[in-house]
Each structure stands twice: as structure tokens, then as C-alpha cells.
Nanobody, 130 residues
Framework: QLQLVESGGGLVQPGGSLRLSCTAS????????IGWFRQAPGKEREGVSC????????NYADSVKGRFTISRDNAKNTVYLQMNSLKPEDTAVYYC???????????????????????WGQGTQVTVSS
């Protein structure tokens, strides 16, 4: 059964950190690029970051550059999103998604990026508030 499961969300104060994990099963993980998306209430789902199948290429939305770091461990079928210096505007449900094309790394910030992805997790809530 194909599955992506996010974990690591929670409530954190502004300036704090969280590490999200996305663990995959049921497909050949290291053939897929993995993207992180987020959706705040009343807003469209937006691309945050993407990592290529080998981990050799990454990309970030301008709003998170320098604060978020994406990485992957193919031996563990897991992608991570380290989020530092969190801001209230980072509050959202965060989703990971898989796509069988490394070209997706370059289009993660496109408005239509979410339509490129084949498989999605159920999401994890991140709330940044004092």
C-alpha cells in the first residue's frame, strides 16, 4: 500500500524550530523527488521546498530560504524539513508529496506545482504563536 506519512508538527514560539519528517512506503522511494507544501486557512496550497531523488538538488520558496533546510535519507525512505527561525506566517498544514521527475525541483514555487505530484501525505499542523 502506497503511503506518505508526515510527522513532527506542533506548536512552537516565534523564533523556534521544528523538524518535519516524511516517511514513504509502498513505492520505490529513491526514484522520486519529494516536495513539501503548506496550506494556511483560506489560502492556496503553496510549494515550500523540493529535493531531487538522489538528494543532490534542492530548491526553496523565497519566503523560507535561509531558514528551512530539506534533506533525505533514502536508506530510511524519509525526507526531512528542518525549520528554524519560525514566524507566525509559517503557520499552516504541511504536506509532503512525491513526483517521479527531478524536474519538479525547479518548479516547486510555481503556482501550479501541486498538480505535478503523484502521491500525497495527510499533512501535519505547524502553529507558530506566542
Amino acid at each position: 500500500q502506497l503511503q506518505l506519512v508526515e510527522s513532527g508538527g506542533g506548536l512552537v514560539q516565534p523564533g523556534g524550530s521544528l523538524r518535519l519528517s516524511c516517511t514513504a512506503s509502498g513505492f520505490t522511494f529513491d526514484f522520486y523527488a519529494i516536495g513539501w507544501f503548506r496550506q494556511a486557512p483560506g489560502k492556496e496550497r503553496e510549494g515550500v521546498s523540493c529535493i531531487s531523488s538522489s538528494g543532490g538538488s534542492t530548491n526553496y520558496a523565497d519566503s523560507v530560504k535561509g531558514r528551512f533546510t530539506i534533506s533525505r535519507d533514502n536508506a530510511k525512505n524519509t525526507v526531512y524539513l528542518q525549520m528554524n527561525s519560525l514566524k507566525p506566517e509559517d503557520t499552516a498544514v504541511y504536506y509532503c508529496a512525491a513526483v517521479a521527475s527531478d524536474a519538479a525541483v525547479h518548479t516547486i514555487v510555481a503556482v501550479t506545482a501541486r498538480y505535478e505530484y503523484d502521491y500525497w501525505g495527510q499533512g501535519t499542523q505547524v502553529t507558530v504563536s506566542s
